[in-house]
T-cell receptor, first 114, second 113 residues
Framework: KQEVTQIPAALSVPEGENLVLNCSFT??????LQWFRQDPGKGLTSLLL?????REQTSGRLNASLDKSSGRSTLYIAASQPGDSATYLC?????????????FGTGTRLQVFP | NAGVTQTPKFQVLKTGQSMTLQCAQD?????MYWYRQDPGMGLRLIYY???????DKGEVPNGYNVSRLNKREFSLRLESAAPSQTSVYFC????????????FGNGTRLTVT
């Protein structure tokens, strides 16, 4: 059974720091991995999606990497800002069939203070 | 761009009451999903619909029913609400390719007393 873990559960950093959020999964046979951002009282917003054949994806100050063999993904946030404060979740998809579902981690709550 | 729209935003029910949560997307997506989010348990899939006219159970379907009314709309019904169904409910949708990102609505916060 696929399990997705995110450590740490919470992180507080000063503005301007580069930081790394971690996501681990137990079954390396995945189809893709997504990183999401969730603001309080809101839904999830997709940040980056990495297909199983890819090593990384970049969007602005965000870079996500994927190492399937070790069951790990990292989300790198460069030059963090207070507006980056949110909960970040990762989710893995096992396959491309309709019956395959996303398995979510419980998230890392990030606070960036001025 | 509306994206995924959920109604209502908040709801309080008494045990045994029924209600329907509405979801609509305007992105011409084929697949739609209902999740619940509980503290410490992450998001869990209740039901999903791979295409118009089809629905399937997810991880935690007991106590819920769904209807895929058309391509745009996917509703979730609680026939007899229980306190264990107190949660935040999210609707989501994605395009034909499962390498398309998942788009979420803003959620419905449901309390059952």
């Amino acid at each position: 059974k696929q399990e997705v873990t995110q450590i740490p559960a919470a992180l507080s950093v000063p503005e301007g720091e580069n930081l790394v959020l971690n996501c681990s999964f137990t079954d390396s046979a995945i189809y893709n991995l997504q990183w999401f951002r969730q603001d309080p009282g809101k839904g999830l917003t997709s940040l980056l999606l990495i297909q199983s054949s890819q090593r990384e994806q970049t969007s602005g100050r965000l870079n996500a990497s994927l190492d399937k063999s070790s069951g790990r993904s990292t989300l790198y946030i460069a030059a963090s800002q207070p507006g980056d404060s949110a909960t970040y979740l990762c989710a893995v998809r096992r396959g491309s069939y309709n019956t395959d579902k996303l398995i979510f981690g419980t998230g890392t709550r990030l606070q960036v203070f001025p | 761009n509306a994206g995924v729209t959920q109604t209502p935003k908040f709801q309080v029910l008494k045990t045994g009451q029924s209600m329907t949560l509405q979801c609509a997307q305007d992105m011409n997506h084929n697949s739609m999903y209902w999740y619940r989010q509980d503290p410490g348990m992450g998001l869990r899939l209740i039901y999903y619909s791979a295409s118009e006219g089809t629905t399937d159970k997810g991880e935690v379907p007991n106590g819920y029913n769904v209807s895929r009314l058309n391509k745009r709309e996917f509703s979730l019904r609680l026939e007899s609400a229980a306190p264990s169904q107190t949660s935040v409910y999210f609707c989501a949708s994605t395009g034909r390719s499962f390498n398309s990102p998942l788009h979420f609505g803003n959620g419905t916060r449901l309390t059952v007393t």
